[in-house]
């Protein structure tokens, strides 16, 4: 299998979580069933293009926080580089949607969380045991996107 069927079979994997989502109210089932998901609408950092990543959050410490995973491979998924490049998001969370910051977590503050967030979901200890980067940690801070703000700014 080629690069580009395993992007093919990744799209139309993420295609079929997002839309299971959205008819249920923010839940699916499988493998998903009863985790914490929401849909990570994103800037491309290189195409300008609206992207949605499904991906499991954690409210940890009044944070909310997702992981750039990216099941353990060597390279961030896509969506870490949109955000580095570009931090306003919006996010679905169930029925509800609004704009989101995000805010890359520093080193120390990573490690603290990274913690917490493997006591509650261990397969992201197994994730990071599997590569040598490591992988980033990212709060979503509720409120005006910095994309909404710089708007009202120049208006």
């Known amino acids: 299998m080629t690069d580009r069927d395993l992007a093919e079979l990744a799209k139309t994997f993420n295609q079929d979580i997002i839309a299971e989502f959205r008819a249920n109210d923010g839940k699916v089932g499988g493998q998903f069933e ?10 491309g950092a ?3 293009e609206q ?13 909310l926080i997702i992981i750039g995973s990216f099941a353990g491979a ?3 998924p896509a969506w870490v580089h949109n955000l580095r490049a570009n931090p306003a998001a919006r996010i679905e969370i169930g029925t509800d949607a609004y704009d989101v910051t995000a805010r890359e977590l520093p080193a120390e503050e990573r490690d603290a969380l990274f913690d917490k967030v493997t006591a509650k ?3 992201f200890a197994e994730y990071q045991s599997k590569t040598t980067r490591v992988i980033p940690l990212f709060e979503l801070q509720r409120g005006r996107s910095a994309r909404a703000a710089a708007t009202a700014t120049t208006t």
């Open 121 to 123: 979901a261990p397969g």
């Open 46 to 48: 290189k195409s300008g």
């Open 74 to 76: 060597p390279v961030s």
């Open 51 to 63: 992207r949605i990543s499904p991906l499991a959050y954690f409210d940890i410490d009044g944070k």
């Open 34 to 43: 009863g985790a914490d998901l929401l849909l990570l609408h994103t800037t």
